[in-house]
């Protein structure tokens, strides 16, 4: 298939070409005749699978057609967990959108709010926003909704996970009725799919592999070694490797600058991006790293959420996540698009219960390396067999006797979803065993409670990243 055979318009078409994609991705190729035809759509689907151009291309071509939007309002809704999310996605917009006479605009917190609301003045075809920015905006009469023809919940997981639910929902009570709904989420649990009943009408489901580099693109191993050589190992990794472009991950912030300056004191450039630094200074990091002025880039989970840095190479983490689906995301940074890279981790012996719950979750041990004159003082236990992860079993659906039916069930005539349904839409039966297994180890539901909980944030506080 090719971009030509879905529809989309010439301008729009150049556009696409010009950012050099010749094949549609498989969300691309689902999801865009989907969206042309003014379907909801609900998509299990991660960053890195394409899903921005899957949506964004669509709404450009319905926008296009439409009514001129009016003085403060805004004809499309992108709601995003991140600033950096946010901008990257209203960058894709710009980009797609360059020869059309649309306008986009992005909002978050973190930075002045009152250029924002110039930009909004004019009114804006697309508006990617975080949702604290957007209901201050709002609550300032600086964005009306009542143009809105399509809303997009992009990484909606996320926004759950950072507190964002009750601002989420306030958002969709403002929003018109009538509107095109898109909703786009790396996991489905039982949560998002509480959401997605409030929200999408009928949709057309969508789930494609989550880019998932355990399985063929990205190779991981990783090096046992003491806490207090962890930085000397990773300098001289760096070196060694004449390593150009790392992204490191750090558990904490603090340990995000403490790392930052050892790398700077021995002269290599590096800078951490998390939540405690201004949005500015991330814009600024993230910027100079994608050009290739600083080599290494050290991120706390959160700020790294969403980053898209084409083919990075290296990543390498430094401690490992909490989460075991975090290891997922993070080496989810390089080996895009199909192209191959490095996942490095520096594990010590305090880490042996997080390493083996990255091994059930990626259902297979990592290479242990130890390298000469690291060898650690407290050496790393060996990995347990690892244990098969079940899927949960089918519940008995309830009967509501009042009207019959099952309860769950969707208002609106919705098929009800079934709670051990791991994904959307189902596997597409050419798709190998592991790949399968890998698809559902990554979804998050099998353990659906050990994801992180955050507690929610005022309506007005801003998205901010850890
Ligand atoms: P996303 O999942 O939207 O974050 O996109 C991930 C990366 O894939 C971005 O760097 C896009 O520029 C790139 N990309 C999107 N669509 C295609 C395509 N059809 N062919 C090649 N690369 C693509």
């Not at 805004?74 to 980009?95: D, K």
């Not at 959108?97 to 003045?121: D, E, W, Y």
């Not at 046992?224 to 992204?247: A, F, Y």
Request: hydrophobic content about 35%; aromatic content about 4%; proline content about 6%.
């Amino acid at each position: 298939m090719s971009f030509t055979d879905l529809g989309l318009s010439a301008a729009i078409l150049e556009a696409v070409e010009q950012q050099g994609y010749d094949t549609p991705s498989p969300i691309q190729a689902q999801a865009i005749p989907a969206v042309l035809e003014g379907k909801d759509v609900m998509a299990a689907a991660q960053t890195g699978t394409g899903k921005t151009a899957g949506f964004t291309l669509p709404i450009l071509e319905l926008l296009s057609g439409g009514k001129k939007v009016k003085p403060n309002h805004i004809r499309t809704l992108i709601l995003t967990p991140t600033r950096e999310l946010a901008a990257q996605v209203c960058e894709s917009v710009s980009l797609y959108g360059k020869n059309l006479p649309l306008t986009s605009a992005v909002v978050f917190g973190g930075v002045k709010i009152n250029p924002q609301m110039q930009k909004l003045r004019g009114g804006v075809d697309v508006l990617v926003a975080t949702p604290g920015r957007l209901m201050d905006l709002h609550g300032q009469r600086a964005v009306k909704f009542d143009q809105v023809e399509i809303l997009v919940l992009d990484e909606a997981d996320r926004m759950l996970d950072m507190g964002f639910i009750r601002d989420i929902k306030k958002i969709l009570a403002l929003l018109p009725k009538r509107r095109q709904n898109l909703m786009f989420s790396a996991t489905f649990s039982d949560e998002i799919r509480e959401l997605a009943k409030g929200l999408v009408n009928n949709p057309v489901e969508i789930s494609v592999s989550p880019r998932n580099t355990t399985v063929q693109s990205v190779e991981q191993w990783i090096h046992p070694v003491d806490k207090n050589q962890k930085s000397k190992l990773l300098i001289k990794l760096i070196n060694d490797g004449n390593w150009r472009q790392v992204l490191v991950f750090t558990r904490t912030k603090h340990g995000a600058n403490r790392l930052t300056k050892s790398l700077e004191a021995v002269n290599i450039s590096a800078a951490a991006i998390h939540g405690n630094k201004s949005q500015g200074a991330r814009t600024k990091a993230l910027a100079n790293f994608k050009a290739g002025e600083i080599r290494v880039l050290v991120a706390t989970d959160i700020a790294a959420r969403g980053l898209d840095i084409e083919q990075l190479p290296q990543v390498v983490n430094y401690e490992l996540p909490n989460v075991p689906e975090d290891y997922v995301h993070r080496i989810g940074r390089t080996g895009r698009a199909g192209a191959s890279g490095n996942a490095v981790s520096l594990v010590m012996a305090d880490e042996f219960k997080q390493l083996i719950d990255i091994e059930r979750v990626i259902q297979k041990h990592l290479t242990r390396e130890l390298v000469k004159g690291f060898e650690p003082a407290n050496p790393l236990p060996k990995s347990p067999a690892i244990r098969a992860i079940k899927a949960p079993r089918p519940k008995k659906p309830k009967v509501d006797h009042q009207d019959g039916q099952r309860s769950g069930e969707m208002a609106s005539g919705h098929k009800p979803v079934s709670k051990n349904r791991r994904h959307m839409g189902g596997q597409q039966p050419s798709q190998n065993k592991s790949q399968n297994q890998n698809q559902s180890n990554n979804d998050g539901n099998a353990k659906p409670n050990n994801r992180r909980r955050r507690p929610s944030r005022s309506s007005h506080q801003a998205a901010k990243p850890a």
